[in-house]
């Protein structure tokens, strides 16, 4: 960090996201009683886990980790997810939806994306642990539904989001008070960008699953994505499979997450290409997000993340 001729640091725009974070997050925790941060091994919930290690070190994270698990997660996800949750000594919480799904209460959609089935076993699990505040890595540049919420997000006690219904944020003053029943989503990254998360990746040294980098893996192409040849993507007839050179810049549900083409093999190569594109992460490689035009945000009115 440089200083100023006076001997006072300078902060970088990095610096000054972090603080924030921090902020956010130590705020939020001596406040509520029960509060739990989404992990999925995704970049975007990698990083917030980081921040918060950061902002209670050199004390353990304070709060437990809750994964909402499809069954149709990338495996180099989910062994990195038990990894990071066996170095820092957090306590894993998952909710399957295979499990919701084996006992009847959720059906497979037509699709055969799981993505959007997510919202009932969130919700259940909230209720269960009696979880009062829900960290997630949401941010403003992804999609418009994410750009209209605030920092932290109430949600009623059906668990559902009315964004008419927002409080003020002025001066970094967040309000998590609410009802019996009702509890709130808070997001720390809310002012970061993608480039952002990358930079501050190469900056802390942060280790992400591989897929993030450019390999090679069997591909076919839908819907202008490629998407993965497995056990829960297969190719239609006409859909020609071929290996290709590519990373993936978001991480979700096998079945709707679609890769890029891409040599970027290191952060900094990441960094470049990043810095270059004109598509968020999720406009350029989510299927869910494509169903309508108000994809998430009907499904953030649900419950959903």
């Not at 539904?145 to 997000?153: D, F, G, I, N, Q």
């Not at 040599?263 to 350029?284: C, I, K, M, N």
Request: glycine content about 6%.
């Amino acid at each position: 960090m440089s200083t100023t001729s006076t001997g006072l640091p300078v902060l970088t725009q990095l610096d000054v996201l972090e603080s924030e974070a921090m902020l956010v997050i130590r705020e939020i925790t001596a406040e509520l009683e029960r509060p739990v941060l989404l992990f999925s091994g995704g970049k975007d919930s990698v990083v917030m886990l980081h921040v918060a290690a950061k902002a209670f070190w050199p004390a353990p994270v304070p709060f437990p980790v809750l994964h909402v698990d499809t069954g149709h997660n990338f495996p180099e996800v989910l062994a990195y997810r038990d990894a990071t949750v066996e170095r820092l000594g957090l306590r894993l919480e998952v909710a399957s939806v295979q499990d919701w799904i084996d006992d009847g209460r959720l059906r497979e959609r037509a699709d055969g994306t799981r993505n959007p089935l997510q919202t009932q076993p969130l919700l259940d699990a909230i209720a269960r642990h009696r979880f009062d505040g829900v960290f997630g890595g949401g941010r403003r540049d992804e999609e418009k539904a994410r750009a209209k919420e605030r920092v932290v997000s109430l949600r009623d006690d059906f668990g559902q989001w009315d964004p008419k219904n927002q409080r003020p944020e002025l001066w970094n003053i967040f309000n998590p008070r609410h009802r019996p029943g009702e509890h709130v989503r808070v997001f720390p990254l809310s002012n970061w960008t993608e480039l952002d998360v990358w930079r501050y990746i190469e900056r802390e040294d942060i280790e992400l699953p591989g897929l993030y980098y450019a390999h090679d893996r069997e591909v076919f192409e839908r819907d202008g994505m490629l998407l993965a040849v497995g056990p829960y993507s297969q190719p239609r007839p006409g859909e020609r499979v071929e290996t290709r050179r590519v990373r993936y810049r978001t991480v979700g549900d096998m079945s709707c997450t679609g890769a890029v083409a891409s040599d970027a093999a290191s952060v900094a190569d990441v960094v470049a290409e990043v810095a270059a594109s004109t598509l968020t992460e999720r406009g350029a490689t989510r299927a869910d997000d494509r169903i309508s035009e108000a994809a998430m945000e009907d499904r953030k009115k649900e419950g959903y993340f």
